[in-house]
């Protein structure tokens, strides 16, 4: 077989997935209910991680050619490419694994909501996408950088590298917000890139929304596994009334985002989701003498009013909050 003739290996012939044999008693892995990460064998419980689903080589839909395998997410398995003919560009291609309809009706959905953003320079663009063979693709431009929680292990930020961050990225949410009326809701370090040229962009719309669009069965099914968000990261409304969270609910993301930028650890610390929640509805937003005299006192307020607890307290568009940035650099 060449190169150019090979697929992904999903299917046994009978439509099923095959995902390899537990090698302590032999039966097939099953996809674990609960951790899509983790394949589990249903007669002695054995647990692994799963398998990558494309080799190293292989050329998908005639186009793109695998170049190595980068990570996995919560729903796609995560790869290097480049399109064929063109060695020096580089993609990164994202696969739906376990594709049932729900997950689908998300991926797509992340695909459409790219695809329209394609002309913002602070949001990683899409190139294609595409379903075959039961599976689902989206390829989208590669980003040469680290994101800001791999950055933060090999430095500290200052005051102004970070209120630098947080002007990016509030532009980034404040065009997709009147633009669009997209709210992201999972604002966090990991989903913040800085490319090698320093520039901003954000990343991984797999739970983003239209505001005021329905989509009941895609949250409800995000409800019940827990990963409606990144806890530490969501706001109070955002554990009580995911579906109806509005621009603001990525605000109090975005201030939880640069307190860990600036002190190195999440505004809150816990063992479990439901002690994020306890937290989250108690404590937000955190107290003055937790930013331990790592910035100025403007800064501190900016933080704490874009985490309260009440909505209505925070910043009331975007507009305001990257005026008050922009005094906070100025004064820098």
């Known amino acids: 077989m060449s190169d150019d003739d090979k697929t992904i290996v999903l299917d046994t012939g009978t439509g099923a997935p095959d995902y390899g044999n537990c090698p302590v008693c032999g039966q097939k892995f099953q996809p674990d209910p ?6 589990r064998c249903p ?18 839909a005639h186009k793109y050619r695998v170049l190595s395998y980068l990570n996995g997410g919560g729903y796609g398995s995560i790869y290097l490419c480049h399109p064929l ?32 953003l394609n002309n913002n320079k602070r949001i990683a663009r899409i190139m294609d996408y595409w379903e075959a063979s039961g599976s689902t693709y989206i390829v989208m431009e590669y980003i040469n950088g680290s994101n800001l929680k791999e950055l933060y292990k090999n430095c500290e930020f200052d005051e102004e ?24 809701r999972d604002i966090k370090p990991e989903n913040i890139m800085v490319d090698t040229d320093s520039h901003i962009k954000l990343l991984d719309f797999g739970l983003s929304k239209q505001y005021g ?34 621009f603001r609910s990525d605000i109090y ?11 190195g650890r999440e505004s809150m610390e816990a063992d479990s989701v439901m002690e994020y929640y306890n937290q989250t509805m108690a404590f937000s937003p955190p ?22 607890r009440n909505i209505a307290d925070r910043h009331h568009s975007y ?14």
Not at 319 to 332: R, S
């Open 34 to 39: 609960e951790d899509v990460e983790l394949l």
């Open 43 to 60: 007669a002695c419980n054995f647990v692994k991680k799963t398998v990558t689903i494309i080799e190293v080589g292989s050329v998908i």
């Open 85 to 116: 003919g063109d060695i020096s560009t580089r993609y990164v291609l994202k696969v739906l694994k376990q594709p049932n309809d729900v997950s689908k009706k998300r991926f797509k959905r992340e695909a459409g909501i790219l695809s329209s």
């Open 161 to 184: 590298t970070v209120l630098t961050i947080a002007f990016e990225v509030a532009r980034a949410l404040q065009d997709i917000w009147n633009e669009f009326k997209i709210i992201h």
């Open 213 to 246: 669009k329905e989509l009941s069965q895609t949250s409800k099914i995000t409800m019940a596994h827990s990963s409606m968000g990144t806890p530490g990261y969501m706001s109070p409304e955002h554990f009580t009334n995911f579906k109806d969270v509005d």
């Open 253 to 263: 993301s975005l201030g939880a985002t640069l307190f860990y930028l600036l002190t």
């Open 287 to 308: 107290p003055v003498e937790s930013f331990q005299n790592r910035c100025s006192e403007g800064c501190i307020r900016m933080i704490r009013k874009m985490m309260q």
């Open 319 to 332: 507009e305001e909050l990257i005026a008050e940035i922009t005094a906070l650099l100025n004064g820098v």
